[in-house]
């Protein structure tokens, strides 16, 4: 019987690396240090845009390419092949034998509910028999992790909207894990001392290590060249670190280490999402890190349990909305610029991240909407931010934390996007922008033109007032409107 489903009419012509092997490269999960098996590798496109950055990369295919390798790899890419595949036992098969090939990483990315919308088919099994005679199952971004987990036994973490990581060693992931918590840090202000400026290259490697962990480097923590350079001047790592302490004010290590607390914190109450490590399975210097800051693993995760479930209090999230340094205020969120976000307050820094163990990070997307009178966050793209003094909005990843739903809207076709002003109130304290923005904002209150803020929210209110005003913006700067020419009589 000849299947009804033409699957090889599924491969892509890419003319770039694909989204999901981009993620991972922007996740610094893959390099030319590994190699890379494309399970499901169609036309082979990202073999060969993965060869070109130096990765050794290996393609399978069954139509396409049926005699490439199917040898193990440092990291597997299934990549957007379990929802062209309509034999649901098939498709679980494909997910294990891919697993079973990944020595360190296997990435896993398939269409969400949303790439429906526009698709015309008809329903078939669990999916979708498109016109052109290709199946495709479209998945809610929970129920894809969910079957993932069920047919792996492993949980899977959320990289991006479609894509999951699993990672084959505990550790690994939770190094992910950790990295991916917002940091800031106070810029480092050095008094002048000819010792330290002899030496400030040597130096660099142990106060760069200091300012993220916030805690001199146990043996084998720095590089053997960074440890024998110090060692050879100052004797040992230890004299090094009270020079930089020397050369330092006291308030900065104070301040380094109450946001390593806090990053870890947030961390640790994001770690119950999934299955919460034990303490042998962190990487050593993070374990480190809660054990220097906290006395112990126990301690921290007490801590942490205290700030999730303050997150889950509407209550205390509009409080800490209230009350954060930065963002642009609404009756019903606050919004931010994904730069500041950790100057937030720990609370809503767990409410965030909540978001992202289900949507992983939001490629593009540069503004984030936290409400206060929903478990709900927004991740907004503003593509022209840095360039406009008045961007307007592409796209929107919207994730609600109690329907467990994950959900895209695209306003490049809309012909009256919404608008952003003030956009020095989205950026931290510490954004060299802030000023020219404040400027920009004071000459257009100057102008009159917040006067009605309901005819200001979308572009083309937004422009018929700067019209009414004899005003335009150039650059971060208003001007007035150019005089129009009088026709002749």
């Given at each position: ?59 399978w ?60 088919g ?21 129920e ?24 084959r ?75 930089l ?6 308030d900065?290590?104070q ?15 994001l ?31 007490v ?43 720990p ?69 009256n ?54 005003v335009?913006v ?16």
């Amino acid at each position: 019987m000849i299947s009804a489903v033409a699957r090889h009419r599924t491969a892509l012509v890419r003319t770039h690396l694909s989204r999901p092997l981009a993620t991972a490269l922007a996740d610094n999960l893959l390099n030319p240090s590994q190699t890379l098996l494309d399970y499901g590798s169609g036309r082979g496109d990202d073999v060969r845009h993965a060869k070109a950055l130096g990765i050794p990369a290996a393609g399978w295919d069954p139509v396409h390419q049926p005699d490439g390798p199917r040898a193990a790899a440092d990291v597997v890419n299934l990549g957007y092949v379990v929802n062209v595949i309509e034999d649901q036992s098939e498709r679980a098969a494909c997910l294990r034998q891919a697993w079973g090939l990944a020595n360190r990483l296997l990435v896993v990315s398939a269409r969400l509910v949303w790439d429906a919308r526009d698709l015309v088919g008809r329903p078939f099994g669990d999916g979708l028999l498109t016109r052109t005679g290709t199946f495709q199952k479209f998945y809610e971004q929970a129920e894809l992790a969910t079957w993932i987990e069920q047919t792996l036994g492993v949980p899977p973490v959320a990289a991006a909207p479609g894509i999951l990581y699993l990672f084959r060693e505990p550790s690994t992931a939770q190094d992910f894990l950790a990295r991916r918590v917002h940091t800031y840090r106070p810029r480092v202000r050095i008094e002048p001392q000819a010792i330290y400026e002899s030496n400030r290259e040597r130096l660099e490697p142990l106060l760069d290590f200091m300012t993220a962990h916030a805690r001199p480097p146990r043996p084998g923590e720095l590089s053997q060249a960074a440890e024998g350079d110090l060692t050879t001047v100052f004797g040992s790592i230890g004299r090094a670190v009270r020079l930089l302490q020397q050369v330092t004010d006291t308030d900065l290590w104070q301040q380094i280490t109450i946001q390593r607390r806090s990053e870890l914190l947030i961390y640790i109450a994001l770690s119950r999402f999934g299955r919460r490590p034990s303490y042998s399975q962190l990487p050593a210097s993070l374990a480190t890190d809660i054990r220097s800051l906290f006395g112990t693993y126990q301690a921290a995760c007490v801590q942490a349990d205290r700030l999730l479930l303050s997150c889950g209090d509407p209550a205390i999230v509009l409080v800490s909305a209230r009350s954060a340094s930065v963002g642009k205020q609404t009756p019903s969120a606050v919004y931010v610029h994904r730069s500041a976000i950790g100057h937030l307050p720990p609370v809503l820094q767990v409410y965030e991240g909540c978001a992202r163990v289900l949507a992983g990070t939001v490629e593009n997307a540069n503004l984030v909407k936290l409400s206060v009178t929903q478990p709900q966050v927004s991740y907004l793209s503003y593509p022209t931010f840095e360039r406009q003094a008045h961007p307007t909005l592409a796209s929107a990843v919207t994730v609600n934390l109690r329907k467990l739903t994950v959900d895209w809207r695209d306003y490049r076709q809309v012909d009256n996007p919404p608008l952003l002003h003030r956009k020095e109130e989205f950026v931290g304290p510490d954004d060299p922008r802030r000023e020219m923005y404040a400027r920009l904002t004071k000459a257009e209150h100057r102008k009159g033109l917040y006067a009605d803020p309901s005819r200001i929210g979308t572009r083309a209110g937004w422009e018929a007032v700067l019209a009414q005003a004899g005003v335009t913006v150039q650059g971060h700067r208003l001007v007035r409107r150019p005089a129009t020419p009088s026709s002749p009589h």
